[in-house]
């Protein structure tokens, strides 16, 4: 399989504390990316961090990626009670136009 | 949803009937995805297309067939249905590998 790991698989926070979740994948990769689903709602995309980058911010949220690990994070800072969902991280396959996804970690943002 | 419908919402199937889901995108985007979600799995990849009649099989197509026969529709058929095959399933598309949309998935369930 080419499907990734997150780790933890669950998070339980107090809001404004800052939730870290990582993500461990297979193969090579083009690029990574982590989506949110809010329960019973499709996934939708945050950001995406190429494979020759190393970290990216996107408003409260920073990513960082180590190809030589195979290892990705995903930083929320100051959370918030919207911010409770689960959190997947995504990589293409080199050879393909496929996204692969990882197994997701549930936030929970105590208000 | 990025102009994405998903149909049916919820489906009760019994095993071994046939059942299709169907897909339909008002985006004009190229490529097309079937996943289905299962706790403890995440999301996995059960086929793609990526051009009209041009699809390939994913991680988990074994029971599952599709077909695109214009752009804007992506059919994923269960010839005969199992309980194994209940899941919720999403249709995703993209124009580049870059950020995939979701659709709101559909519930199945097979008795």
């Known amino acids: 399989s080419q499907q990734g790991e997150e780790d933890p698989q669950a998070l339980s926070i107090q809001e404004g504390e800052n939730a870290t979740m990582n993500c461990s994948y297979k193969?090579?990769?083009?690029?990574l990316q982590w989506y949110r689903q809010n329960s019973g709602r499709g996934l939708v995309h945050l950001i995406l961090?190429?494979?020759?980058?190393r970290e990216k911010h996107s408003g409260r949220l920073r990513v960082t990626l180590d190809t030589s690990k195979k290892s990705s994070s995903l930083l929320i800072t100051a959370s918030r009670a919207a911010d409770t969902a689960s959190y997947f991280c995504?990589?293409?396959?080199?050879?393909?136009?496929?996204?692969?996804f990882g197994t997701g970690t549930s936030l929970t943002v105590i208000p | 949803d990025a102009g994405i419908t998903q149909s049916p919402r919820h489906k009760v199937t019994e095993t071994g009937t046939p059942v299709t889901l169907r897909c339909h995108q008002t985006?004009?985007?190229?490529?097309m995805y079937w996943y289905r979600q299962d706790p403890g799995h995440g999301l996995r990849l059960i086929h793609y297309?990526?051009?009209?009649?041009?699809?390939d099989k994913g991680e988990v197509s074994d029971g599952y067939s599709v077909s695109r026969s214009k752009t804007e529709d992506f059919l994923l058929t269960l010839e005969s249905a199992t309980s194994s095959q209940t899941s919720v399933y999403f249709c995703?598309?993209?124009?580049?590998?870059?950020?995939?949309?979701f659709g709101q998935g559909t519930r199945l369930t097979v008795v």
């Open positions: 985006e004009n985007h190229r490529y």
């Open positions: 193969t090579s990769i083009n690029n």
């Open positions: 297309s990526y051009g009209v009649k041009d699809t």
């Open positions: 995504a990589t293409d396959a080199v050879s393909g136009n496929q996204f692969y």
């Open positions: 995703a598309i993209s124009e580049s590998i870059a950020e995939a949309f």
């Open positions: 961090i190429r494979s020759n980058e």
